[in-house]
């Protein structure tokens, strides 16, 4: 398989972007230097991702040498809990309270930090709505009581927001921020969770964006580079 997802549960959001993105003239599947390629629109390859990109380090780092790669990843800003019985007869249909944001590509993106300044990358984000089938069989997470997530369906598409460079992702810092500054404040300043605001300060700090000027306590402190 070409994109390493994981679980079956991801297959159905996996078609439902590829529908959502694909347009007349692109060619799906195809082999390109030993990887199958979601789609392929001219010269750009375009794979989705729908769950962690840094299962895809080596195979950007091989496509990337020759050709240009636009990733596509959900993340959901609006998820509704399906509950089934192992049969697949509905229980119930609830909406998740959690609401995903662009800024939480940061939660991927700390992992492959040093593939962003590539040339041939970019990386497209979709806020999406799905929906989660969760099914009674005993065989899920103790987090769900043995629930299984049995598949995950993309609903619709809420916005698109492509970055193509270094200072794309440079542009998500609020232009407010005092000079230097600490995770906690950026966390404060983008009203994150402060774990996200630290992914986003490594990130950052990999690819330029910010560099080290000292500390405050135990806590670095930044400055825009």
């Known amino acids: 398989m070409a994109n390493h997802i994981g679980t079956l549960a991801e297959k159905s959001l996996h078609a439902g972007i590829k529908a959502w993105y694909g347009r007349q003239g692109d ?7 030993g990887f199958v390629i979601d789609i392929v629109r001219g010269e750009q390859l375009v794979e989705i991702q729908t769950r962690h990109l840094y299962a895809m380090k080596r195979k950007l780092k091989k496509l990337l040498e020759r050709h240009p790669v636009h990733v596509l990843h959900p993340i959901p800003q609006e998820k509704w809990i399906v509950r089934q019985t192992a049969e697949g007869e509905p229980v119930s249909r609830r909406k998740s309270p959690r609401r995903g944001q662009v800024l939480n590509i940061f939660d991927e993106l700390v992992r492959i930090p040093h593939l962003l300044p590539h040339p041939n990358l970019s990386i497209g984000v979709l806020l999406t709505q799905q929906e989660e ?11 769900r009581r043995r629930w299984s997530v049995h598949d995950c369906r993309l ?53 330029d964006g910010l560099v080290v000027t000292g500390k405050q306590g135990n806590a670095l402190l930044y400055n825009t580079a």
């Open 27 to 33: 060619q799906f599947e195809v082999k390109v230097d």
């Open 133 to 143: 089938i969760w099914r009674d069989d005993g065989q899920g997470s103790w987090r």
């Open 155 to 207: 609903l619709g598409v809420l916005e698109y927001v492509t970055f193509v460079s270094p200072a794309d992702f440079c542009a998500m810092l609020p232009s407010d921020l005092p000079q230097p500054f600490t995770s906690r404040q950026l966390s404060q300043a983008l009203r994150c969770y402060p774990a996200l605001a630290q992914k986003m300060a490594y990130t950052l700090r990999k690819i």
